[in-house]
């Protein structure tokens, strides 16, 4: 980047740029942006900023980020802890939340395999997720007894594999395992639908 740009601006849009889904173009258009913002603004940007790994925890039950352990979902006694959703994501579980259709529970695991990058089961909550069905298994009025894991990791090469890996981990224990139905994304063509994705919009069909 030239000099043109004074060191501190350009510091910053370094440091936008090494943000996920943010481009040079759009790391510039924030730093101007936040150059022309009022001081107050900054000043609250930076204590939300600075009061991020403060404020948050990880939930040592289900492994999303919340304000206290246990996180208000594994702590709410209206959602139905016998049925646990596994998400690759923190930001699946709030898009599944979104729809208002799920009353279970969630597992995140902070990933999904891949060896191209490197990454194992021992680096994600899958043992956790071990851990917490065979706890799951005595039944009392407090913990209901897990009666099914619901894998929602993405229709890729990698979720698909994740999810395989933990139906294998979870044979031998009393519980349902289930993955969520694949097929055609509303407002999407069947013209341009690839095989799978239409092999799959069949077999998941449901009745109208």
Known sequence: MTNFLPKSIRTLIEEFSRLPGVGPKSAQRLAMHLLRSPREKLESLGQAVNGLKDDIVFCETC?????KNPCYVCDNPSRDKSLICVVEEILDAVAIEKTAEFSGVYHVLH????????????????????KRVEKGMEDSIENPKIREVILATNPSLEGEATALYIQKALIGFDVKVSRIARGLPVGGDI?????ITLMRAMKGRGEF
């Open 63 to 67: 492994w999303n980020i919340a304000e």
């Open 111 to 130: 990933g999904r395999l891949s060896p191209v990058d490197s990454i194992s089961p021992d680096q994600l909550k899958i043992l956790e997720l071990v």
């Open 191 to 195: 013209e341009y639908a690839d095989e």
